[in-house]
């Protein structure tokens, strides 16, 4: 059953889940910062860059498509770029769905805008067992309020205030940094370093190609890297 929105956030577990996000919201607030002065910079208009924030939601896709809009790239290898950067949500989705399953499905669509990649994180690490309990989606929403704001808020201020910004301040670089602090959270086993040193040294090797198609080669490498590894050298001889 579901919980009324005032039980929601007066369960303890939404606390917990807001105090379990606080550590790593000062990267999230960096990445989505550049990532709002990116989107001005790269040509799109304050309103479109308002619209793209609040309705992608999804930085590293965003951070994708720019340079991609900015080459006037073919519209089919923006949307298969995007596809391919956001093809881990599917596999959080079905992670995810052990515990919301049961919700309707207003409730679950909710859950997928506002689900991102640290919030999965934790919420795995506070239920790991898969099953379903009332202090979950108290959890969840807890976490995600908390990811939202930090990345919003600072989002729209590096979209109103983009052309305010030199290009010499460097912001690319620190978007990498950015991005660098929470992949590094996510590699979390050997199969997971293994696909990440895989993407990086096809998007490296193949970066010649044209309208950052190398994007996409290294996300297919990192793919199928993960898949023969999981399938060759499963990791269930962790605990030896």
């Not at 949500?89 to 669509?109: C, D, E, M, N, T």
């Not at 090797?205 to 198609?213: E, F």
Request: proline letters at 6%; aromatic letters at 12%; one cysteine or more.
């Amino acid at each position: 059953m579901s919980l009324p929105h005032r039980a929601i956030v007066q369960h303890p577990e939404f606390r917990r889940g807001a105090r379990d996000m606080m550590s790593i919201t000062l990267g999230i607030s960096a990445w989505g910062l550049v990532t709002g002065v990116a989107m001005v910079k790269s040509g799109l208009s304050v309103p479109l860059a308002l619209l793209m924030s609040f309705v992608v939601f999804a930085g590293s896709s965003q951070l994708a498509a720019l340079p991609l809009i900015a080459a006037g790239a073919p519209m089919w290898v923006l949307w298969a770029t995007a596809f391919c950067v956001n093809l881990r949500f599917v596999i959080f989705s079905a992670q995810w769905r052990q515990y919301f399953g049961h919700l309707p499905r207003a409730q679950r669509l909710r859950i997928a805008y506002f689900a991102a990649d640290l919030n999965y994180v934790a919420f795995l690490k506070r239920f790991p067992d898969g099953q379903p309990a009332p202090e979950q989606l108290p959890y969840f929403w807890g976490g995600v309020a908390l990811n939202w704001c930090a990345w919003q808020i600072p989002s729209v201020a590096g979209i109103l205030l983009a052309n305010h910004v030199p290009t010499q301040w460097g912001l690319g670089f620190a978007g990498v940094l950015a991005l660098l602090g929470l992949s590094y959270s996510l590699l979390k086993d050997r199969n997971t370093w293994v696909s990440a040193a895989v993407a990086g040294c096809a998007a490296v090797a193949a970066y010649a190609l044209p309208l950052r198609l190398n994007i996409l080669v290294a996300i297919a490498a990192a793919v199928t890297a993960g898949l023969l590894l999981e399938k060759w050298l499963p990791e269930k001889r962790r605990s030896a």
